[in-house]
């Protein structure tokens, strides 16, 4: 199934000499790619960014968007057909190389905030190397490795999720050794508040780049949604209903809940804990986050190293060299004899 859609580019134009222009965060504006021209993005005062949605399940919205699996859009500045597939948001016309940003009409598109980059390509370069070179027992070509790949800079898609969970919970909790061990029952309720919990929202999103972005998220740092931040820069939207985004974050929602229990006992070794909840007071936001990631093959292997485009934290996938730590190893186990030896005389003094 395919469809046209309306985009934005227009308003993406440089107004000095009509070139096309790209989001560059190192100036936190538009410049342009013929005549360098740049326009910096102030956002409006207002709390649209900040701003968190209650969730109803019988609601239009909380549905997942019917959306084709492929969209058409006839570029503005050339008339080139640029075709977005699956759940692309943003692109460049084949033809002009211009930005194209799938307009805010679309439904498939219902992003409330963004966070804009921060980190610009170069820089992300410098640091995936350096966080490379840093790597403990790493191969000695894999700078080389890293260096011939390629990166992509993109807005990927992420929920934030308020939730009030009033939480009835069981266990038993053991206590002492030996003749003193005991084992008793307990029992308790607490109510816990999640506050903006980070949720991927696709799952083209892998744990490596939410973690690549996660420690440092601020819900400060959010601004209202403007397609020019998105120019130059692949992203994705969000193709999930909200119940779809709650239920990925169950598992993570159940971990935060046991230990908020464990803590809430206060000692012992808890055992057969169980709980019900009652989970209120849902609000969420759809967001965009930025991220690189710098893809790469080391022996035929693909692997990637993640650049957060908030701060530039970096995590990644990275080969050991077997002959390195045949070394370490080696060198590792003379310490230790060297150690023993030393005791040993020692004890005969």
């Not at 820089?123 to 894999?142: H, I, K, M, S």
Request: proline share 6%; net charge negative; glycine share 10%.
């Amino acid at each position: 199934m395919s469809s046209t859609v309306s985009a934005t580019q227009i308003p993406l134009l440089c107004p000095a000499c009509g070139g096309q222009r790209r989001y560059d965060p190192e100036t936190r504006g538009l410049v342009c790619a013929s005549c360098g021209t740049p326009e910096a993005l102030v956002p409006p005062v207002d709390h649209k960014a900040a701003a968190e949605f209650p969730y109803h399940s019988d609601t239009p919205e909380t549905e997942p968007a019917d959306v084709p699996d492929r969209r058409t859009h006839h570029c503005d500045t050339c008339g080139g057909e640029v075709v977005f597939t699956g759940a692309a948001l943003s692109d460049q016309c084949p033809y002009c190389d211009g930005a194209v940003v799938l307009g805010g009409d679309d439904p498939s598109y219902r992003t409330m905030a963004l966070i804009p980059f921060a980190i610009a390509g170069q820089d992300a370069w410098t640091r995936a190397n350096a966080w490379v070179g840093a790597r403990w027992a790493a191969p000695g070509d894999l700078g080389t490795a890293v260096s011939a790949g390629r990166m992509a800079g993109l807005y990927a898609p992420f929920w934030t999720f308020d939730t009030e969970e009033a939480v009835d919970y069981w266990a038993k909790v053991t206590t002492g050794s030996g003749k003193n061990r005991r084992t008793r029952s307990v029992s308790g309720s607490l109510r816990i508040w999640f506050n903006d919990l980070l949720v991927p929202a696709s799952p083209h999103v892998t744990p490596l780049i939410r973690d690549g972005i996660l420690h440092e998220f601020d819900p400060d740092r959010l601004l209202p949604y403007d397609e020019a931040y998105l120019a130059g820069f692949a992203a994705e939207r969000h193709h999930q209903s909200v119940a779809d985004g709650l239920a990925s974050n169950a598992d993570d929602k159940d971990l935060l809940i046991r230990n908020r229990i464990r803590k809430d006992i206060k000692g012992g070794s808890v055992s057969n804990l169980g709980y019900k909840t009652d989970t209120s007071g849902i609000h969420y936001r759809r967001i965009l986050l930025p991220v690189w990631i710098v893809h790469y093959t080391y022996e035929g292997t693909a692997k990637k190293v993640v650049v957060s485009g908030i701060d530039g934290r970096c995590y990644g996938e990275r080969p050991f060299s077997t002959w390195k730590l045949t070394g370490y190893s080696a060198l590792l186990t003379a310490a230790a004899m060297l150690v023993g030896v030393l005791w040993g005389a020692a004890g005969f003094l």
